[in-house]
Every structure is written in structure tokens, then in C-alpha cells.
């Protein structure tokens, strides 16, 4: 599952996310590997920007922020993707 706005790519980490990443999975994403969802934060699953497509409006991003877990957008707490898509469209 994903979100896409702006260029940026907003996913849910999931077991296929994590094993399309093969051998190089960020240690980031890792640490939450045996995590039970909802004893950090109260997360229930884990979202990071998977990707930044080259934009106008994205420019100096790139790579510098994907795979990095997103804890909180226009101020608001991320515990799921669907906190991704509300904060967006309810800023």
C-alpha cells in the first residue's frame, strides 16, 4: 500500500516492501522488524517515503530522505498511512 503526492512515495512497510529491499535494508526500517506495532509511539504500521521522483516541487530531497520512517506531517502524529493521506488532504 502506498501514497503518492508530490512525487514523493508514501508506504506502509510490510514483508514484500521489506524483501524487495533484499540485502540492503536501511537499519531504520530493520529495528522495527520484531516490533509489535502499537508498543512505540502507538504505531500501528510503519510508514516511510519509499521514493522521491524528481520534481519541481520536491527539488533537493532525492535520496537523502527515502526509506526514512515519517513520524509526523503539517503537525500531525503518523501511526498509519491513512494519518499520511488525512494530513495532506485536511492540513
Do not use: C, H, W
Not at 8 to 20: E, K, L, N, Q, T
Not at 46 to 69: H, I, Q, T, W
Amino acid at each position: 500500500r502506498y501514497y503518492e503526492i508530490a512525487g514523493f512515495i508514501f508506504r506502509a512497510v510490510d514483508r514484500r516492501y521489506i524483501r524487495s529491499l533484499g540485502k540492503r535494508v536501511p537499519l531504520n526500517i530493520s529495528q522495527y522488524g520484531g516490533t509489535v506495532y502499537g508498543e512505540i509511539d502507538d504505531l500501528e504500521e510503519l510508514v516511510v517515503v519509499s521514493e522521491v521522483f524528481a520534481s519541481s516541487v520536491n527539488k533537493g530531497y532525492g535520496n537523502s530522505v527515502e526509506d526514512v520512517r515519517v513520524m509526523n506531517i503539517n503537525g500531525r502524529q503518523i501511526n498509519r498511512l491513512e494519518d499520511v493521506i488525512a494530513a495532506f488532504e485536511q492540513p
